[in-house]
């Protein structure tokens, strides 16, 4: 799916991806995400949408909101940081996201 919006900020793009559905609140540990107490494998989840947001004078500013979704119908939202202070085992994961997302706009 080729990204069809683009959102001024990380707020409004939050706020338009929950108005389509995507109501979880989703955090990257290792290899799964958590949204409360529920966890979620996060292999089972795919990209369905990205959007990336970088600071123009503050390199902390820097973000990537995730519209996820897995074939059972649960969707979700990320917003993560990258740069200095990410989780190496996220990161993998994220990649892991990141690749097959790539192989679905060929």
């Known amino acids: 799916m080729k990204q069809k919006f683009h959102y001024d900020t990380v707020s409004e793009?939050?706020?338009?991806?929950?108005?389509?559905g995507f109501t979880l609140d989703l955090n990257l540990k290792s290899n799964q995400f958590t949204a409360g107490d529920d966890v979620f494998h996060a292999e089972d989840f795919e990209i369905v949408d990205l959007y990336r947001y970088e600071g123009a004078s503050d390199p902390a500013d820097e973000a990537i909101v995730y519209a996820l979704a897995s074939p059972a119908g649960i969707k979700g939202i990320l917003v993560s940081g990258?740069?200095?202070?990410?989780?190496?085992?996220?990161?993998q994961t994220l990649k892991q996201l990141h690749y097959k997302y790539q192989q679905s706009q060929l």
Not at 13 to 20: D, E, F, G, I
Not at 82 to 91: C, I, K, Q, S
Request: proline share 0%; aromatic share 12%; charged share 15%.
């Open 13 to 20: 793009a939050v706020t338009q991806l929950k108005a389509q």
């Open 82 to 91: 990258y740069g200095l202070y990410t989780d190496e085992a996220a990161v």
